[in-house]
Structures are given as structure tokens and as C-alpha cells.
């Protein structure tokens, strides 16, 4: 019999997963493997809220894997090393994984290839709809503006989605381990899995997405950013499903995943902004530990901004436009690195992906892609836009709750101060400004 390996890494899931169909079609037998790498661990990446929504994920790929004939084979270790012990040990005579952007999936691949040689066969467009430079400008390795990556985008031919394998055959005598079972640090943390992500996505109507995705209390969003950060749902297949549907929402929809692919050719080709700034603009950062603690802990007086970090420490998750506004808040209202809240976000997100958390963080701080570098999100403004009636605070403040309202954005102006902190900031003091010398 004929092995090969199939080395799942961001793509856990069985449609539209070119790595594990190649893996089919080349050998009579194959093995799905994922390393819990242990490496990824000393990193620190491998936070509770990942942690968790990963073993729903790994438990939900073998499910699926079962129901085909196979079984999802699980190794803990160094995921090259243990690769390539594992097609030593079953003969693989082909190893096949999905491209990634980051200096640790670079520095991975690179690798396996010195670990397996001729032996190992490299998928694109696995994790994002276009691969990282598939369209560059001319004389250049990466788009560094959105719109014309956008146009480029939509001329580009891309693959079109592949089918779910009917039966997976997995040689016998292959050993794995059991995933360890991971605590939360988030209570209202979403359940893990291509199955759940699935029936999402069957659920949520992306007709009105275009109208409803900035509105916070309405949550109108997808949620569908965890599954597509570990891959239990394909960019590529959504892409397509979206474009059959058509419409303004769906346009939107789709906006926003080549944003997502807009980001990964960025960082594919500087994969150092995932420390250090984009575009440098001689940032003199405040620094003011007790204003980033607070920051954390939703009590800055600013409502809007406590909602949205308050959502992330329950649920592992922010709407977007919530990122948006309390991002612009710490590096632009506060003036703090934007490192500093990018790690926190990290610590949290289960969706936290190198690309999309580094590079959003970078383009509100002016360091990175935006074409407005000056531009500061005031959250009063944001407020009264995104949240008119308050409806957002009040699910996410409780000690607001009883204020009706628009008053609830401004409750250092009630007659009876509730149980809040006052505001940390004035928002007059331009901070933003002064660090850059103006």
C-alpha cells in the first residue's frame, strides 16, 4: 500500500481542503496528522482560549474523519521532527501541507523541506482565498495599499472549491495521543469545530451584512473569524458561496475577506511587522502602566470602550467595530504602543491571527498600511454613530445598566454618579499629536 501524509495546520477541516484531497490522490492510504507542537507552546501562542477552541476543533476533524473510514491521528512534540519520524515509520513517500505566512510556518516549511526533500508538496490558497503573492505590483513583492490589492483581487483567477473526501483509508499501527483537555480563560467562549462553523454560516444571512456589521448592539456580523483562523471553514469556499448569492451584503461580506488576504501577502512578504512598525513614523509612545491596566479591565470611564474589552474578556471575541474603536483608544487617545495591545488582544482572541491582529493594530496606529495615519477614532463620536441608544454599554456594563439611552455614553454627567470610574483621559489632550511632534 502506498502512504502519504496529510499535515493539517491551519485547515481542520474536510471541505475544501486541497491538502487533504492531493494527500487522497496520491497513495492508497493516508495519514491525517496534526502535532500539537510543542514549540508553538514555549512561543505562547498557545493561549487558553486557542487552546480550547482548538481540542473542539481536533475533536470535531476526527469525527469527520471517522464517518469517512479514518481517524485523525495526533502527535505532541516538534511538528517537523515528528513528521518526518511519522513518514519514516509508514513509508509516506509524499507529505502535504498548506502554505503559511508567518515567520514560524516560513521558518516550518523550511524545514520539512530539508527534513523530507523532494518528498514534501507545498499547497497554496489553502488558508486564505488568493495565495500571498499571487498578484504583486510591477517591481514590488507585495501590495502595500488596500483598494488596488482589492482590484487586483477581484481580476485574479482563483481555484474553485473541492469536495469533502467520501472515504479516508488510514494504514493500520499508527499511534497517536489524546488532545488534553483545556480550560477557557473566556466563560462565553465559542464551541470549536468545521461542523459548528458550518451551520453558522447556514444560519447567518449575509444579505444584510453591508447594513448591520458596524451596528454593535445588532450584532449582525458573521462570527465566523475563529473558524476561518484555524481553518475549519475556507476562505476560498466562502468567497464562492458569497459571490453565488450576490448583492450588497454579500459584496461586503467578501470585502472583508480580502482584507483578510490583503493582510497575509503582507506580512508573507514582511513577515518582521509582526514586531516592528510597518511604515516608522519616530512614534514617542506614552507610557502609563496603570492607564493599560484599565484599559484591560474596561474601566477607562469611556463606556463604548469598556463594552468592547469587557465582550473580549467573556466571550474570547470583539465585534469589529469594537476592535476598531478601543485599538484607536489605547494608540491614538492613550497613546501606547500598539504592541502592548495587540499582545493583550493576543492573549484573549481566539481568533488571534498574526496577520489580521498585527496589521489591523498597526493600521489604527498610523504605523502601518493606512493611507491616513493621523486618523483617531473618537469614542464619544463612535459612540453615538455605532451604539445610539447605548444598547451595546448596557449589555456590556452592568454598573450602566440603568441608564437610559444615549445618556449611558457620558455618565460623568448624571446627577447621581453610578458605580464607574470617571474618565482616565481628556479627550482635548491630544496626546496623538504631541508624541508625533506637532
Not at 370 to 391: C, I, K, M, S, Y
Request: charged share 25%; glycine share 10%; with cysteine.
Amino acid at each position: 500500500m502506498t502512504v502519504s501524509i496529510a499535515l493539517f495546520t491551519q485547515d481542520l477541516r474536510l471541505h475544501d481542503n486541497p491538502v487533504l484531497r492531493a494527500a487522497l490522490a496520491s497513495a492508497e492510504e493516508v495519514v491525517p496528522l496534526f502535532v500539537l507542537d510543542e514549540s508553538v507552546e514555549a512561543t505562547g501562542f498557545a493561549v487558553p482560549n486557542r487552546a480550547a477552541f482548538l481540542a473542539g476543533c481536533l475533536a470535531d476533524l476526527d469525527a469527520g474523519l471517522r464517518a469517512r473510514g479514518g481517524r485523525l491521528v495526533v502527535r505532541r512534540g516538534e511538528a517537523v521532527a515528528e513528521t518526518a519520524r511519522l513518514a519514516a515509520l509508514t513509508g509516506a513517500a509524499e507529505v502535504h501541507v498548506a502554505a503559511g505566512v508567518s515567520a514560524f510556518a516560513q521558518r516550518r516549511e523550511t524545514r520539512l523541506r530539508e527534513a523530507l526533500g523532494g518528498r514534501l508538496r507545498v499547497h497554496d490558497a489553502v488558508l486564505t482565498a488568493l495565495a500571498p503573492g499571487a498578484v504583486v505590483p510591477a517591481g514590488k513583492d507585495h501590495y502595500a495599499v488596500f483598494t488596488p490589492y482589492l482590484r487586483a483581487w477581484q481580476r485574479a483567477e482563483r481555484r474553485g472549491p473541492v469536495a469533502a473526501p467520501r472515504t479516508v483509508r488510514v494504514p493500520a499501527g499508527v499511534e497517536g495521543v489524546a488532545v488534553p483537555a483545556t480550560a477557557a480563560s473566556s466563560p462565553g467562549l465559542a464551541e470549536g469545530g468545521e461542523s459548528v462553523g458550518r451551520r453558522l454560516w447556514q444560519r447567518w444571512s449575509v444579505d444584510r451584512y453591508e447594513e448591520l456589521h458596524d451596528d454593535l448592539a445588532g450584532d449582525g456580523t458573521s462570527r465566523l473569524s475563529p473558524y476561518l483562523h484555524f481553518g475549519c471553514l475556507s476562505a476560498t469556499e466562502l468567497a464562492h458561496l458569497a459571490g453565488q448569492r450576490g448583492g450588497a451584503g454579500a459584496e461586503a461580506f467578501v470585502r472583508q475577506l480580502v482584507w483578510r488576504d490583503f493582510h497575509h501577502q503582507v506580512l508573507a512578504a514582511r513577515p518582521e511587522c509582526a514586531r516592528a512598525d510597518y511604515r516608522p513614523r519616530n512614534d514617542g509612545w506614552h507610557r502609563d502602566t496603570a492607564e493599560l491596566d484599565a484599559w484591560k479591565a474596561g474601566r477607562t470611564g469611556y463606556p463604548i470602550v469598556d463594552a468592547g474589552m469587557r465582550q473580549l474578556a467573556h466571550e474570547g471575541w470583539m465585534h469589529n467595530r469594537a476592535r476598531l474603536l478601543t485599538a484607536s483608544f489605547l494608540a491614538k487617545t492613550l497613546y501606547q504602543d500598539w504592541r502592548a495591545g495587540a499582545a493583550h488582544f493576543l492573549s484573549l482572541l481566539v481568533d488571534g491571527d498574526i496577520a489580521n491582529n498585527q496589521l489591523n493594530w498597526q493600521w489604527v496606529a498610523g504605523t502601518g498600511t493606512d493611507t491616513r495615519p493621523n486618523r483617531v477614532l473618537n469614542p464619544l463620536a463612535q459612540a453615538r454613530r455605532f451604539d445610539p441608544d447605548g444598547a451595546y454599554v448596557r449589555r456590556w456594563v452592568p454598573e450602566l445598566a440603568h441608564v437610559p439611552g444615549s445618556a449611558v455614553h457620558r455618565p460623568w454627567l448624571l446627577d447621581r454618579r453610578p458605580d464607574y470610574p470617571g474618565p482616565i483621559v481628556d479627550l482635548a489632550v491630544g496626546r496623538f499629536q504631541q508624541g508625533r511632534g506637532h
